[in-house]
Structure formats: C-alpha cells, structure tokens
C-alpha cells in the first residue's frame, strides 16, 4: 500500500501531499486535486442560505409638515427604505425640497382621490368635477364609511377619464420636481376601485417609466404580529414580524411615520382620533435600536422598490 504524508497549515497557507511511490508532477496533481476537494467541502460547510428581503415603506409624505420631518428622519436615521408622496397634499412644495436633502432615496407617487382628515384638506389638481365634493374637496372616504354617509368617492358619480386626468396631472407634477421616482403606489386604496383603475393605472406606470410592482416579484405584506397601539407594543410586534421572516422570500411593511406634535395631534377624522400616538410610534419603531440589532441577526436585507427591478 501507498503512503501519503498530508500536511495541512492554514496559518501559513501551506498544504503538501507526499507520496514515496510518486513523481513531483504526480504529487503536484494530487496536491491540486486535493486542494478543490478542500475548497469545495469549505463552500458546502459555510453556504447560508439567501436572507429574507424587506421593504419598509412610508406613507403620505406631504400631509403635515409633522409626517414630512418623520419621514425623512426615518430614511435618514431609521430603516425606511421607500417613501409615498401624496403630490395634491397641502406639504408637498416641503417634501420635494427634504427630498432634494437625500437624492438616493426611492420615492414612489402616492396617487390620491381623496382628502380624510377633518381639520385639514386638499383639493384635485385638475378641474375634473366627479371627484371633488361640494366644497371642491376630494372626497374624505374612498369607501362607505358609516361616519361620513354618502362622502365617499365609491358612493357618487366618478368617472374614469376624471381619475385618469387627475393621476396624469400629479405624476407629471411629481416627475418636475422628483428626479428619484420609480414607482406608483394608491392612497386609501384608491388605485384599486375598480377594474378599469387598475388597467388604467398598470398603463400609466408603463407609460411613465414607473413600472416596479411588488405583485410581479412574489412579495408578501405584512403587518405587525400582535398589539400595537402603543410605542412599546409596536416594536415588539414588529420584532415578532421580523422573527417569522424565512430565508430567501421578500416582505413589504407598510405604515405612516409621525411626531406627537400640536400639529399632528389636530389632524383626525371620527374613527380615527389617536393618530399623533399612533403614527409617532411607527417612527419610534423604524428607528429603534432593537428593531436594527434583530435585523442584522436574522441578515435581512432591506432593500426598495428599485431594487425589485433588478
């Protein structure tokens, strides 16, 4: 029988295969046999499989100076990776110049028909009749809603060539001033109020250049696991979220960062009266430590809607 002296030092990057019976160019081909073999057993022993992937979006930029200064804190200090400009909001010319403040950031146009807060109120860009109320507002609901009877979109005379007007009218206001757009995304849902909506909205994307949909890249939704009416409450339901996540599937979270301000403790409607609290603890959860420290265990890869794109 043959025998080998296999010497392996991974200090000094040395490895030698000796075999009395064998030449130097039999031993030297051994020795890089050997050597793959090390190399591929090494890949197998540390392969880890792909992480999960997670879009963190917020919501109505433009609504409140108080949404505007929590949104940009959390793109900046926090682990939102997308933003959703509401463009006929009345803080719109603010968000576009915070935006200017962070030009990587991935912005989407947040199409909007409606106007829900009850002390404060935007109106379409266009002239287009069938969405506005009697004072010229949008609507305040999208949908019947027991508190406002007979205020909402769905409940009155809307026509499609209006919403596709308006939409028009505030993606090519949106472009102007937004040089990081690549996406659109519905406000209350508005994107989806009818088949034809959502055809027409598909084409716009299209036409626009602003075609990234998490739908056509397997992405799931998710929500917080658990209460979540306080700060508190929120990060640790978002953690338990985080803690399902599987390897290799891609997540979008979905919510509204905000200040427990004078100012955004003003802006309401009936159904909804805790939005400072609320919206205050979505910043508080994007930008807690706690949240950072599970993301970097689990390896979970944030990423934007432009990433979904390649």
Known sequence: KTAYEIRLSLVGSEMC????????????????????????????????????????????????????EAILQCQKDGIQTSIEVIVPSPWFPEAVKMLAEIPTADVGVHLALSSEWDNVKWRPLT??????????????????????PGRALKENNWQLADVEKEFRAQIELAKRYIPQLSHLSGHMGCSGISDEVKVLVRELAIEYRLDIAPEDSSVKSVGYTGAHETSAQKIESFIRTLESFEP????????????DTPEMRAIHHIGYEDVAIDRQGVTDTWTSPRVRDIITAKRIQLISYRDLAN
């Open 248 to 259: 290799g599937k891609t997540y979008l979270f979905v919510d509204h960062p905000g200040l």
């Open 17 to 68: 295969i000796r075999d009395s019976s064998k030449s130097w160019v039999e031993e030297f081909i051994l020795m890089r046999h050997f050597a793959v073999l090390v190399l591929v057993l090494g890949n197998v022993a540390f392969a880890q499989p792909e992480p999960p992937r997670l879009i963190v979006r917020g919501d109505d930029m433009g609504a409140s100076h108080a949404v505007n």
């Open 127 to 148: 002239d287009c009749a069938s969405l506005r109320d009697t004072d010229g507002y949008f609507y305040p609901m999208i949908s019947p809603n027991g508190n406002y």
